[in-house]
């Protein structure tokens, strides 16, 4: 009776299989977004042909209408109740043009065009948010659980990073298999490239509608809340409720620092490292694969040492390893033991101090509900997608600006010292300095988890 006294409150425990099947999505999204992070401004300036100016206007051009774009979206699904479910709706009936302009943006027909570069690119992205949007109020749609969205979100990343495993190990691994020249570092075989993408882009169809059928939405507004759900809302929402301008500020420095440095992944290894194509492969594979080791005990480190100072330790993990890797691509005849050493230990501290900030996310939309008697959950994601989208727009913007500016060179990978040290730049110190500001601006988050299951307990009393 205890158990469903609490279900009724809307305190929801999930099985495995939702847990995982929720999961899922990430892992859908990771196969398509996690490409475009570490692989596309490669893609652009060595295999279709673009200059890296180009691709620098072209990637902000494609975030600004993003940023355009989100609330529209956020105030569309919390205002509409579609009979296949409030957000999950949008995994199967986006899912689907999302995956076909996926593979278009890795087509080589047209190369070099920009406008075809602008319309694929710029498209993929506005779908890609139209999932991404609903997908991210799921887990707050899912219970109100603290412990429980913990687990959803340590699964949520765990998957997210068998995503980014599989491209970052599996996408230069599938290239060399596919091409059908042996080269030096990543192949820039075009079929190759358009076929790898082909069958990223189909995996993960799948596993959006796997996601669909696992996800069953209970805290959600009515119909008639929804009714009065306006774009305003989102200006509203973040003026009157401070931890969500704070995990903004968070959110931009976050992804501003993952943009630059996974942009930076592969011009390291093939200009700094002169690396084969195996050795690419176990390097990027190294930025995911401590999230199988990590992810599974973020409840209970959390349990033990607080949300707070999780953060700080594996921030600071983070920057130690962004440091060694400095030091080691320095030395006169780097180890490539080492390299990958000091990527494992920098991508410790990202994925766990990245992966868990999600987390918080429900727990914002939960305050704005106390404060306004609002779950605009689509809204306060939207939101969200405008913080990760700034931050994605500084590291769109500065990783091929540097590149610029140091004068790289996409037909060798001999490169000058000075483009050396660009590499580094983008790939260690500038990523180095966003985290400081963010171990900084979480300092200023004051929700904890006693006070979020107050907050909890008092929505659903007046509810009652």
Wanted: charged share 15%; proline share 4%; net charge neutral.
């Amino acid at each position: 009776m205890a158990s469903t006294s609490q279900e009724a409150k809307g305190f929801y425990k999930l099985s495995w299989v939702q847990r995982i099947g929720f999961g899922s999505g990430d892992l859908a999204q990771n196969l398509i977004f996690q490409v475009t992070c570490m692989y596309l401004l490669f893609f652009y300036t060595d295999v279709y042909g673009l200059d890296a100016a180009d691709v620098t206007l072209l990637f902000t051009v494609g975030n600004v209408a993003n940023v355009i774009w989100d609330p529209i979206v956020g105030a569309l699904i919390d205002k509409k109740n579609p009979r296949l479910g409030k957000y999950r709706t949008y995994l199967v009936f986006v899912g689907i043009p999302l995956s076909g302009f996926a593979i278009l943006c890795f087509w080589n027909g047209f190369a070099p065009s920009l406008l075809y570069a602008y319309v694929t690119y710029i498209a993929m992205t506005l779908l890609y948010t139209f999932i991404n949007v609903p997908y991210g109020a799921l887990n707050s749609a899912l219970t109100r659980d603290t412990n429980e969205i913990t687990i959803l979100t340590s699964v949520r990343m765990f998957m997210a990073n068998c995503g980014g495993l599989a491209v970052a190990s599996g996408l230069p691994l599938l290239i060399a298999y596919f091409t059908t020249e042996q080269s030096e570092g990543l192949p820039k075989d075009p079929q190759a490239w358009f076929t790898t993408m082909t069958i990223y882009a189909l995996v993960g169809m799948a596993l959006l509608l796997f996601c669909f059928t696992q996800c069953k939405e209970r805290v959600v507004m009515s119909a008639a809340e929804s009714e009065n759900v306006k774009v305003s809302d989102l200006w509203m929402e973040f003026v009157h409720n401070r931890p969500l301008r704070i995990i903004a500020f968070f959110f931009i420095t976050a992804f501003a620092m993952m943009s630059i440095g996974n942009a930076a992944g592969a011009y390291f290894m093939n200009c700094n490292m002169h690396a084969t194509a195996d050795q690419l492969a176990i390097f990027m594979g190294l930025g995911s694969a401590p999230a199988f080791i990590f992810m599974p005990f973020v409840p209970a480190i959390k349990k033990a040492i607080g949300k707070k100072n999780m953060f700080y330790v594996f921030l600071g993990i983070a920057i130690v390893g962004m440091a060694f890797l400095y030091i080691v691509a320095k030395m006169d005849n780097p180890n490539m033991t080492l390299v990958y050493i000091a990527q494992f230990v920098k991508s410790t501290g990202v994925i766990v101090a990245t992966g868990y900030m999600w987390a918080l996310v429900p727990e914002v939309i939960s305050f704005g509900e106390w404060k306004s008697g609002k779950r605009i959950a689509g809204i306060v994601n939207a939101l969200t997608g405008i913080f990760f989208k700034a931050g994605m727009t500084l590291g769109g913007i500065v990783a091929p600006a540097v590149l610029g500016y140091v004068a790289y060179d996409a037909a060798t990978t001999n490169q000058t010292p000075l483009v050396e040290e660009g590499i580094l730049w983008i790939a260690c110190v500038i990523p180095a300095a966003l985290l400081l500001i963010a171990i900084f601006i979480i300092s200023r988050y004051e929700l904890t988890d006693d006070k979020i299951d107050e907050i909890n307990k008092a929505i659903e009393a007046r509810n009652a």
